[in-house]
């Protein structure tokens, strides 16, 4: 079975531009949660969602923006780039057997987005 | 506020040494705390997760515990291997929004 998949895999923009991140979980689970890595940090909570309601945000500001779809997948939209915006951003999924609560499931990482703001 | 803090922040062991990770939190309200391999410039594999009510879990040479009263966590590994050079991450599970909360990484080298 395939993984998490986020896409792309990388991104160049430039400040003040717009940029849309994707992600499709493990088939199977309902649950969506965003992270941002900075170099040399642990990842930091964006958001999470389930059976396409937001559940949980983290402390990032109104320019970050999430969605998802009846398939489950996810966006994550981040606009007014930042210089600051540069970031691994990671993708995770659950089962969300917990009714999205998870409170016992795993949480399964993508490769991540690579995002590079000049 | 939970706070997770891992120490050291960088390990450098020779082939074949046991060695324990170590993962500390601030608030014992968790509901389970998850262990994580992050190669450079990848995504995280999840390694070994403990329920709130568990001390314990394994995985091959990865043996996991948790200590909610003191806020730790350990992970030790035994007969360490220049693959297993990667950052090691914990992350805590507090309330019920799926929002883990992670330390910032133990950066482990393994010289042959």
């Known amino acids: 079975d395939a993984g998490v998949t986020q896409s792309p895999t990388h991104l160049i923009k430039t400040r003040g531009q717009h940029v849309t991140l994707r992600c499709s979980p493990i088939?199977?689970?309902?649950?969506v949660s965003w992270y941002q890595q900075v170099l040399g940090q642990g990842p930091q909570f964006i958001f999470q969602?389930?059976?396409?309601?937001?559940?949980g945000r983290g402390n990032f500001p109104d320019r970050f923006s999430a969605r998802q779809f009846p398939n489950y997948s996810s966006e994550l939209n981040v606009n007014a780039l930042l210089l600051g915006d540069s970031a691994l951003y990671l993708c995770?999924?659950?089962?969300?057997?917990?009714?999205?609560?998870?409170?016992?499931?795993?949480?399964?990482f993508g490769p991540g987005t690579r995002l590079t703001v000049l | 506020k939970q706070e997770v803090t891992q120490i050291p922040a960088a390990l450098s062991v020779p082939e074949g040494e046991n060695l324990v990770l170590n993962c500390s939190f601030t608030?014992?309200?968790?509901?389970?705390l998850q262990w994580f391999r992050q190669d450079p410039g990848k995504g995280l594999t999840s390694l070994l997760l403990?329920?709130?009510?568990?001390r314990e879990q394994t995985s091959g040479r990865l043996n996991a515990s948790l200590d909610k009263s003191s806020g730790r966590s350990t992970l030790y590994i035994a007969a360490s291997q220049p693959g297993d050079s990667a950052t090691y991450l914990c992350?805590?599970?507090?309330?019920?929004?799926?929002?883990?909360?992670f330390g910032q990484g133990t950066t482990l080298q393994v010289k042959p």
């Open positions: 608030d014992s309200a968790i509901y389970n």
């Open positions: 995770a999924s659950s089962s969300g057997t917990g009714g999205g609560l998870a409170l016992t499931d795993t949480q399964y």
């Open positions: 088939s199977g689970h309902k649950s």
């Open positions: 969602y389930y059976e396409k309601e937001e559940r």
């Open positions: 992350a805590a599970l507090s309330g019920n929004t799926g929002k883990l909360i």
């Open positions: 403990i329920q709130s009510s568990q």
